[in-house]
């Protein structure tokens, strides 16, 4: 729509020379009509993160700073990008305290902006070795060495995904058959986690309500069978 507004002011100015001022006039026109779509959006963003809210009685918190919110504390962000965020719902469901975030991110090595929704999934008894997941790229299918953490019993989802760990083994015991079912074939996810924390996103974009939805289900989902297998290693080591 706003293509087409743009469109129409540009073959209106080009058949209305004679009018020096027509031309000023209809790019100021112009720009406001896209400053006044921007906030329209902007606002229409914030009332549905902060319904949502209300609907699942969690906390609405909207705030525009570089600062990392509380909640990412235990996720390690590269030196090499800026994180705005720019509003967030908080809450417990099944036990886990989950944030849902709109971020911005700058990534200096590209000067490029990325917008996205991410969840942060925080559990007490949560003690994940630091890993990243994300889904392979068609460059990274053709480096042999960018393989990272690979599972024997399952080539598919090794093709598929690139996890990379300090400690490998760890974190291939702690990725069950669960676990990767949840994720697979899940085109650009991209996944954090280290210690109580599991920072999930995909990107480009903001994601609608019944994206944000269906994702939360999911986070859960995967918290869930980190759990599991933490508590059947323990069981295992108590009978031991």
Request: glycine share 4%; aromatic share 10%; hydrophobic share 40%.
């Amino acid at each position: 729509m706003t293509l087409c507004a743009w469109q129409l002011l540009a073959n209106v100015a080009l058949d209305t020379r004679q009018d020096e001022l027509t031309v000023p006039l209809l790019l100021a026109v112009g720009l406001l009509t896209f400053i006044l779509w921007w906030y329209y959006r902007k606002r229409e963003r914030i009332n549905m993160l902060r319904e949502l809210a209300e609907e699942w009685n969690w906390e609405f918190i909207e705030e525009e700073n570089d600062r990392i919110p509380p909640e990412l504390e235990n996720v390690p962000m590269a030196e090499d990008f800026i994180f705005l965020c720019r509003q967030r719902i908080c809450g417990v469901q099944d036990g886990i305290n989950i944030a849902i975030f709109d971020l911005t991110v700058f990534e200096f090595k590209i000067s490029k902006n990325f917008t996205y929704t991410a969840l942060a999934l925080r559990h007490p008894d949560l003690d994940l070795p630091l890993f990243t997941l994300k889904h392979r790229t068609k460059f990274e299918d053709g480096l042999q060495e960018n393989r990272g953490v690979q599972f024997p019993d399952d080539f598919e989802f090794t093709q598929q995904m690139r996890i990379d760990a300090l400690d490998y083994a760890a974190v291939r015991k702690r990725l069950t058959q669960e676990f990767r079912d949840l994720i697979r074939n899940e085109d650009d996810i991209s996944i954090i986690g280290n210690r109580d924390t599991l920072f999930i996103h995909k990107y480009p974009g903001h994601l609608s309500r019944d994206e944000i939805e269906r994702s939360l289900k999911q986070g859960i989902g995967l918290v869930k069978a980190l759990l599991k297998k933490d508590q059947r290693m323990s069981a295992s080591s108590s009978g031991d």
